[in-house]
């Protein structure tokens, strides 16, 4: 089966520019989550959808990041005003809701901003 | 909420030597724990997912058992290899799944020749 697949791959911007990553999850996949892996970190949760719903948007800087998944299938991640602070390798995941099903990643998104 | 906490940040060892990395959970509800591994400039990859009380789950030479009574599913191995060397990370999901996957601080492993 196809995994998770997100895009770009790779992001370079300057401070203040937007950037919006993609993620299509498994089929059939009902929860989606978004995390931002600093460099030597673990992954730290933004954002997680049971179908379209957002179920937790708690971590998610809302002045600036806003995630969507309307469709409750694909995903779109975007930061509008970008910080150095924000350079770090965005993750996608999806999972079913059947809890005994771990998550899988995408090969995520590597953000730089200078 | 959910938490979990993984003591070792680091840890070193020579190739051929045994190795467990220690995993500990609190959460209100039943709980799915996993064992991710991370390589160099990779996603995340699933290593293990716990099955029921006291039952022991293998994958590629690793293995883990989870105990609800010490809230605990530590990874171990019994003969670390050079291309082991990884961030290894503990992850749990309740049943209520109102926080989805919570992860570890995360344990980097280094084996050397």
């Known amino acids: 089966e196809a995994g998770v697949t997100q895009s770009p791959r790779y992001a370079v911007l300057q401070e203040g520019q937007a950037v919006s990553f993609w993620c299509d999850p498994i089929?059939?996949?009902?929860?989606l989550y978004w995390y931002q892996q600093p460099r030597d970190q673990g992954p730290q949760l933004l954002v997680y959808?049971?179908?379209?719903?957002?179920?937790?948007n708690s971590q998610l800087p809302s002045d600036r990041f806003s995630a969507v998944r309307p469709k409750g299938t694909n995903s779109t991640l975007k930061i509008q005003s970008a910080k150095q602070g924000d350079t770090a390798t965005y993750l996608c995941?999806?999972?079913?809701?059947?809890?005994?099903?771990?998550?899988?990643f995408g090969e995520g998104t590597r953000l730089s901003v200078l | 909420g959910d938490s979990v906490t993984q003591t070792e940040g680091l840890v070193t060892l020579t190739k051929g030597l045994p190795v467990m990395l220690n995993c500990t959970y609190q959460?209100?509800?039943?709980?799915?724990l996993f064992w991710y591994v991370q390589h160099l400039n990779e996603a995340p990859k699933l290593l293990l997912k716990?099955?029921?009380?006291?039952k022991r789950t293998e994958h590629q030479g690793f293995y883990a058992t989870l105990h609800k009574s010490s809230s605990s599913f530590h990874l171990q191995k019994s003969s670390v290899q050079l291309s082991d060397s990884a961030l290894y990370f503990c992850?749990?999901?309740?049943?209520?799944?109102?926080?989805?996957?919570?992860f570890g601080l995360g344990t980097r492993v280094s084996v050397f020749p």
């Open positions: 995941a999806s999972g079913s809701g059947n809890n005994n099903q771990a998550p899988l």
């Open positions: 716990s099955s029921t009380d006291n």
């Open positions: 992850a749990l999901i309740g049943n209520n799944y109102a926080q989805g996957l919570t």
């Open positions: 089929s059939g996949h009902d929860t």
């Open positions: 959808f049971r179908d379209e719903a957002v179920i937790d």
């Open positions: 959460t209100t509800y039943s709980p799915f």
